[in-house]
């Protein structure tokens, strides 16, 4: 498995709390991205990153925002958490452009109470 | 951005069985169409790709096809067995951003 690890793995909050998920790779590849999994929608991306401190909007960023200062790290937040945004959040990374797979992370599962 | 869709979302086939999964998608940008497997409370995982220069693809009891023209692309299981019972995924990308777009997943039970 590629060397992803994200943190937390399971995560409660309350609504209108800040909530922070990181994504961390030991492959040095230059895509990051975070998708979030929800049942009838399959993978959705929220957002990815093509460098350091180079990010753009997927098709959900809605309520999220990330950073990534370092090649290895890549920071989802979610500002002022609310019930829709529980989810299962996806990190992912990729090699290069066009024919490289993306390989996925463990998973963080969090639940907006 | 692209849009891929999936079909079907749910698929029971009987074990030595073949399943398909279709998908197609919108941008004909899109150049590379990985599949991946996805196990319960699993991350999914990359089982299959193919290339848009290349028409079909097989690796033992998996193959992919691939009609430009038609802008589809399929996924064929054969002699299936109980453990390829998971959620399956399309995806197409495009190189420019290195963006990829999912389907909404094919729930695959193979009855012994």
């Known amino acids: 498995d590629a060397g992803i690890t994200q943190s937390p793995r399971h995560k409660v909050t309350e609504t209108g709390t800040p909530v922070t998920l990181r994504c961390h790779q030991t492959e040095n590849h230059r895509y990051m991205y975070w998708y979030r999994q929800d049942p009838g929608h399959g993978l959705r991306l929220i957002h990815y990153s093509y460098g350091v401190k180079d990010t753009d909007k997927g098709e959900v960023s809605d309520g999220y925002s990330v950073s990534r200062s370092k090649t290895e790290d890549f920071l989802l937040t979610l500002e002022s958490a609310t019930s829709s945004q529980t989810s299962v959040y996806f990190c992912?990374?990729?090699?290069?452009?066009?024919?490289?797979?993306?390989?996925f992370g463990e998973g963080s599962w969090l639940t907006v109470v | 951005g692209e849009n891929v869709e999936q079909h079907p979302s749910t698929l029971s086939v009987q074990e030595g069985d073949s399943a398909v999964i279709k998908c197609t998608y919108s941008?004909?940008?899109?150049?590379?169409f990985p599949w991946y497997k996805q196990e319960l409370g699993k991350r999914p995982q990359l089982i299959i790709d193919i290339r848009s220069n290349v028409g079909e693809k097989k690796d033992q009891r998996i193959a992919v096809t691939l009609n430009k023209t038609a802008k589809h692309f399929s996924l064929h299981i054969t002699e299936t067995q109980p453990e390829d019972s998971a959620v399956y995924f399309c995806a197409a990308s495009i190189k420019t951003g290195n963006q990829f777009y999912f389907g909404t997943g094919t729930s695959l039970t193979v009855i012994p």
């Open positions: 992912a990374i990729s090699a290069g452009t066009g024919a490289f797979g993306i390989y």
């Open positions: 941008d004909s940008a899109s150049n590379y």
